[in-house]
């Protein structure tokens, strides 16, 4: 929400020299300290093979299970 409000009230659009825009600001101290501190799954030990699609599974689906859309 954070990054929304960055974008809809800290930012200014330009026109010259080319089309561009600027943002100040664009996240909070507390935004970039919650960021840092998320917590994220180990994948490294999961031997996975990327296919070069989404599907981190193949798209077996068995990390989907019981997630219904």
Do not use: Q, V
Not at 46 to 61: L, P, V
């Amino acid at each position: 929400m954070e990054l929304f409000k960055a974008l809809t009230s800290r930012s200014n659009f330009y026109d010259k020299p080319f089309s561009h825009w600027d943002y100040n600001k664009p996240l909070t101290k507390e935004a970039i300290k919650e960021i840092c501190n998320a917590n994220f799954s180990n994948l490294s030990g999961k031997n996975f093979e990327y296919d070069g699609t989404r599907a981190i599974d193949g798209g077996e689906g068995k990390y989907r299970e019981g997630i219904k859309s």
